[in-house]
């Protein structure tokens, strides 16, 4: 079953259709296990976070915090959550091109395990990246340390691996300064998180579209292919298009897939001039 956002096509190099601009719903490893080899450019996967929440969290008034309790998000256990990660490290493994690289996110709750995974499976480490939440959520019961980062690990399909890295243009974008490995943005709120029809967030982890317009412009060239395992509400697919890249979204809940399409429709790329990568002097 195929729902598109732009249907559209694409030849890889030995002449399969690539599905392009397009979200494929079901599971994640079955349809990247379909896809042709050696035929992505880019992988951003914000996988399950694995939370372990056994109770609700509340507020010191009792209020209820609307964190994550969704059952994509629960495993029997951590070995049934390593080999799920493994699973789909594996499949998103073989669609990289030889220069390939991918992009995962997480908390303290799964990281360790899935840049464990990583390189097991002989993925080629580059860096790990902070995201510092300039307004996190509270540590309401003032029994930790306030939760304020994420993690993402950027690693090479292969030592050998010669991946898109536009140092030029983020050392523009920074004031001249190389970029550093600790990146400080908000989390989604306002009119960039999307909402049901009962007012309620429509995905209780959609990430701003500064992260991703980071990672795509930082990593790809305009025209690659970036795939998006874990699509949600279609960040990757959203940002992606505006930076004039294509994408390929895997997501099987049918309230995010319809979010994430009409959101991606009403996208405008940026010009041609708007999204020219700076051309690297070495």
Not at 25 to 35: S, T
Not at 184 to 194: D, M, N, Q, S, V
Request: aromatic share 10%.
């Amino acid at each position: 079953m195929l729902r598109t956002a732009r249907t559209a096509a694409t030849a890889d190099a030995e002449g399969s259709l690539l599905p392009i601009d397009t979200i494929l719903v079901g599971d994640c490893i079955k349809h990247m296990n379909a896809l042709p080899a050696g035929s992505v450019d880019l992988i951003f996967a914000d996988p399950p976070y694995n939370l372990q929440l056994e109770q609700g969290l509340t507020r010191p008034d009792q209020s209820r915090v609307d964190g994550v309790d969704d059952a994509w998000d629960k495993f029997d256990s951590f070995a049934h959550y390593d080999i799920f990660t493994r699973a789909w490290l594996k499949a998103a493994r073989r669609i990289l091109k030889p220069d390939g690289a991918i992009w995962v996110i997480g908390s303290y709750h799964n990281i360790f395990r899935v840049g464990a995974a990583l390189q097991d499976l002989d993925f080629w480490m580059l860096n790990d990246i902070i995201w510092r939440k300039a307004n996190p959520m509270p540590n309401f019961r003032g029994t930790r340390f306030t939760n304020a980062h994420e993690t993402l690990i950027w690693a090479a399909r292969d030592k050998e691996s010669r991946v898109t890295f536009n140092y030029e243009q983020l050392k523009l974008a920074n004031d001249d300064v190389q970029m550093r490995s600790d990146w400080l943005f908000p989390i989604c709120t306002g009119a960039e998180r999307l909402k049901g029809e009962d007012d309620e967030k429509l995905h209780p982890t959609q990430k701003p579209e500064a992260l991703l317009y980071r990672v795509i412009s930082a990593t790809t060239k305009p025209g690659d292919v970036v795939l998006d395992p874990f699509f949600g509400t279609g960040t990757t697919g959203a940002v992606a298009k505006k930076l004039g890249r294509h994408f390929i979204g895997i997501e099987r809940e049918d309230t995010y897939i319809a979010g994430a399409l009409k959101r991606i429709a009403a996208i405008r790329p940026l010009s041609a001039g708007a999204i020219e990568t700076a051309v690297p002097k070495r």
